[in-house]
């Protein structure tokens, strides 16, 4: 497919959302956790604790909603600050009791509303991606939908980062970039190919280190093989020396 075709398939209302990764392979382990202890319970992030082979985990994800009912619940997957200061809560504890974490990542981007911003919106971002850079836990990335900028980054600064095969993950939407350097949003196709925003763009750029194949229905083997895998690289990632880990975080991030 070429750039445009992924991002309408990233976008697709039939593409399984966070909460369909998060039954299908952690089914009933998963424990839902609420709030910031500060402002509110943002419904646009997902965050918890589940087992995984046995062995306990703390799983965070943007979620977009699977019809309109639920999108409008989720705020189509806009996470407000109260979200991120929510996922920041869960990591801190996942140090804390020395479980892994792992973000599933789908969203346009975080909420630009008046209220978001009142709130430290930028701070919120800011702070995650401060924080996530020296967790001293092993942290795993994946972007499962659309990743939008700085609200996708705030939940993807991991040990490594993946992307399913029609995903996308950009500093700006094609529709954006277009607005801004033509004045002419219907150029959103040539926005696309500029942005180099497909996982095969960005697995050769070296920003995602997995590209996880998508069979034609998400049925039972694409679940079952990420879990697999990801079991397997907690396990890699676990036999790694805390000081190592950090250093080769904030390495691969650096050489960007």
């Known amino acids: 497919m070429n750039a445009i075709d992924c991002v309408t398939a990233a976008r697709s209302n039939d593409r399984p959302t ?57 705020n189509f997957g806009s996470a407000h600050p109260e979200g991120y200061r929510k996922a920041l809560r869960l990591m801190k504890q996942a140090e804390k009791f020395h479980r892994p974490v792992i973000c599933l990542v789908d969203t346009s981007g975080a909420y630009c509303g008046i209220g978001a911003e009142e709130r430290g919106q930028g701070e919120a971002i800011a702070e995650n991606l401060m924080e996530m850079m020296t967790l001293k836990t092993p942290i795993l990335s994946i972007l499962i939908g659309e990743g939008g900028s700085g609200g996708a980054l705030a939940l993807a600064v991991a040990d490594e980062v993946w992307m399913m095969e029609n995903a996308i993950y950009s500093v700006i939407s094609p529709e954006g970039c ?30 995602i280190e997995r590209i996880i194949r998508e069979p034609r229905t998400a049925d039972s083997v694409l679940f079952d093989s990420l879990k697999n895998l990801i079991a397997q690289t907690f396990v890699k990632l676990g036999s790694v020396d805390t000081g190592a880990l950090l250093e080769r975080r904030y390495t691969r991030f650096r050489k960007f």
């Open 178 to 207: 277009a607005s801004i350097l033509w004045k002419d949003a219907t150029r959103t196709a040539e926005a696309s190919e500029c942005l180099k925003l497909t996982s095969q763009d960005l697995f050769k750029l070296g920003v």
């Open 18 to 74: 966070a909460v369909d990764y998060i039954d299908r392979i952690f089914g009933d382990s998963f424990m839902e956790l609420h709030g910031d202890r500060r402002f509110a319970d943002d419904r646009a992030v997902i965050g918890g604790i589940a087992m995984l082979n046995g062995r306990p985990v703390t799983v965070i994800a943007l979620e977009k909603g699977r019809n309109l009912k639920e999108r409008m619940d989720r």
